[in-house]
């Protein structure tokens, strides 16, 4: 692990990486890995790459949870692709299940709380109910 911060550090510059609580990339350049971590060697190493491929899309900002899913997607993609440069094993189960937290999250953020029917969101991250015309106010994604 430590031999892959070090490359990751040395590859780039710009990027600031630190010890933290948790695996999470800050914008702009702030990429933290956790030091103590109940994950495998190899898991960990995906998420740290998983993290800076949120810092190679470059893309943070999102208006509804769809967005997000599609952000994460894409940082495991770009995640994928720094495995092979870097010898770390891509583990698709595990890229997967970590996506399903956010499908979950997904699916339960969308539910109407009066009449249980899926609501759609608008630009604003408010859900609206077809139904019942109740609005819910978007939940924090899981991490
Ligand atoms: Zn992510
Ligand atoms: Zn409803």
Redesign the pocket.
């Given at each position: 692990m430590q031999k892959l911060i070090s490359k990751l550090a040395k590859a780039y510059p710009n990027l600031e990486v630190k010890a933290g609580d948790r695996f999470q990339?800050t914008p702009p350049a702030t990429l933290f890995y956790a030091e103590k971590t109940d994950y495998a060697n190899n898991e960990a190493k995906l998420l740290l790459l998983?993290?800076l491929?949120?810092y190679l899309i470059g893309e943070t900002d999102y208006s509804s949870d769809i967005e997000l899913l599609e952000?994460?997607a894409k940082?495991?993609a770009e995640a994928k692709k720094l495995c092979a440069k870097y010898s770390v094993k891509y583990d698709e189960d595990f890229a997967e299940d970590?996506l399903d937290s956010y499908r979950n999250y997904l699916h339960e953020a969308s539910l109407c709380k009066v009449c249980q029917l899926s609501g759609y969101q608008d630009g604003h991250g408010l859900y609206h109910c077809p139904l019942c015309g109740a609005t819910w106010q978007q939940k924090t994604p899981p991490m």
């Open positions: 990339f998983h993290e491929g949120h952000i994460e940082a495991w970590r």
